[in-house]
């Protein structure tokens, strides 16, 4: 791959690569301008958590890498291929009524292998309804899952595409403590296990800390990139560790007090 | 069990108030003299006729005819022409004024023009449930796309489904909840109309009995006998249309979530 005279952000082979990409929404004949010449190296493999204060363009950063946005100017690629619309390579979790609500677990978890034969849809079904633990719910249709289950069920139905990068969207905002702390978990466990490069937005700064190889953190609107922090601690992390606290002040000052409220 | 006794009461609470009516109609009908209605056993006996000739059932059968093809004829045109419409928005912003404009004209308004173009016949009344049907058909398609949440549009993209499949396997299923309600209400509207355009505009059906009865003699048991038959046949609709409601994978459609 004949990657340009950049420094490389990550020691590993470059997975996602975007330079100067700047992007402003149109409303009523104005430009309002949300993410500010973001150039962002990701390697295969990785898991980079995205930080920033609420409504700073995190989302819409994500919505670019995966196409579902165009840049207003630069450009992002994946393998050296310019990104210009969404891909079953790479899967999108959203954070809210993502999966759905006519389809059952079985079928929400096929929907997107449907070019598959019958028997391997079946197995990857069965190996994924067992990763995301949701044996016994086969069947089920969403409004009687709860909500933590159907965030779990949307990890699957993403997974099951076989992906190369997953992008989350703040995939576990709307779930009460607890269970996104068991959800934390389940996706280390499923990223360990299977090495997708992921791409994580939430505001959460322990979630980040907790997750990550490494922390982008945004500035506020029109976003750029504030920092980009490593976190070398070896999972599964101890959040009671004084590294762990400490990688966590760090962050919280370089996204700055405000953000702590 | 007094308490078991009551719940069992409960149960036949409609029945016990629909008696006690009728025993008052009964009663009225006895003390008031003239012509104000028919009491509930001449009704009864005018049922008995008419299910003795037999004809009662070929009205209804003409009925159900006429209110399905023309609700089937709109439900295959406005659809699909609704879904399209509303998926691009600047076709809904060519066809939307034209669509507020025929929407308020009564179905019933057509009939004379029903009757030019098709004579009096099936024909005109299937014409005039079509046109009762396909406007409200029309709007709830267009609304229901625009209302589709985006999540599950980014979610067909993201998994690249060609566009047949796209709209097969998302645009159709998150609409369909809101269609069906949609449908079952449009249904009961060409119940309606059905009786109106049979006054005018055939020789026969529940419509056409009604009237009928009253010019050929003022058979007024017959006209109410005949009321009751087209509230029962649309309630039997209305029920068959609510069965759908409760299918698994459109029920979600119907519960706040």
């Known amino acids: ?261 | 069990m007094p308490v078991r006794f009551l719940k069992r009461l409960g149960q036949f609470r409609p029945v016990i108030f629909i008696a006690t009516l009728i025993a008052l109609w009964q009663v009225v009908i006895r003390q008031v003299p003239g012509q104000l209605l028919p009491g509930p056993l001449q009704v009864l006996r005018g049922m008995r006729d008419l299910l003795q000739h037999g004809l009662i059932l070929k009205y209804i059968v003409a009925s159900l005819f006429r209110v399905t093809w023309g609700f089937l004829l709109a439900l295959i045109t406005a659809v699909p022409l609704g879904l399209t419409v509303g998926w691009y928005r600047r076709g809904e912003m060519a066809l939307n004024p034209l669509v507020q404009l025929l929407r308020p004209i009564s179905p019933l308004a057509w009939i004379p023009i029903a009757i030019l173009w098709f004579g009096v016949g099936d024909l005109s009344a299937i014409f005039l449930i079509f046109v009762g049907c396909f406007f409200p058909l029309l709007l709830t398609a267009m609304s229901a796309v625009h209302n589709i949440p985006a999540v599950y549009v980014n979610v067909g993209r993201n998994f690249g489904l060609p566009p047949a499949a796209f709209v097969l396997r998302v645009l159709y299923p998150a609409v369909a909840p809101r269609l069906i309600l949609a449908s079952r209400i449009t249904l009961g509207l060409a119940w309606l109309v059905v009786v109106a355009a049979e006054m005018i505009a055939v020789n026969s059906g529940l419509g056409f009995l009604i009237i009928d009865a009253r010019n050929a003699g003022n058979r007024y048991d017959l006209v109410v006998a005949g009321m009751i038959i087209i509230g029962i046949i649309g309630l039997l609709l209305d029920q068959a249309m609510r069965a759908l409601e409760r299918v698994k994978s459109f029920r979600w459609g119907y519960s706040e979530e």
């Open chain 1, 1 to 261: 791959m004949a990657a340009e005279a950049t420094i490389p952000l990550s020691s590993r082979k470059a997975k996602l690569q975007m330079r100067d990409v700047s992007f402003a929404f149109e409303r009523d004949g104005k430009s309002i301008p949300v993410l500010d010449k973001i150039s962002l190296d990701i390697g295969d493999g990785e898991f980079v958590c995205v930080v920033g204060p609420s409504g700073c363009g995190k989302s819409t950063l994500l919505n670019v890498m995966a196409g579902f946005l165009s840049p207003t100017t630069g450009m992002v690629a994946i393998n050296g291929e310019t990104v210009r619309r969404p891909d079953p390579r790479r899967i999108m979790v959203f954070q809210d009524h993502g999966v759905f609500p006519w389809l059952t677990v079985e079928g929400n978890i096929e929907f997107g292998i449907s070019g598959l034969s019958t028997a391997e849809r079946k197995e990857r079904v069965a190996h994924y309804v067992q990763m995301v633990r949701l044996q016994g719910f086969e069947h089920t249709y969403p409004p009687d899952l709860s909500g933590g289950m159907k965030q779990r069920l949307q990890v699957a139905r993403a997974l099951a595409m076989n992906p190369d990068v997953l992008y989350l969207d703040e995939p576990f905002g709307a779930l009460d403590a607890i269970t996104r702390v068991m959800m934390r978990s389940e996706l280390l466990r499923i990223w360990q296990a299977e090495r997708r490069t992921i791409i994580f937005v939430t505001h959460d700064v322990d979630e980040a800390v907790q997750l990550a190889d490494r922390i982008v953190v945004l500035s506020s609107r029109p976003a750029r990139i504030q920092d980009v922090h490593s976190v070398d601690i070896p999972h599964p992390r101890n959040i009671s560790s004084s590294g762990y606290l400490q990688h966590r002040d760090d962050l919280l000052q370089k996204i700055g007090l405000a953000y702590s409220a």
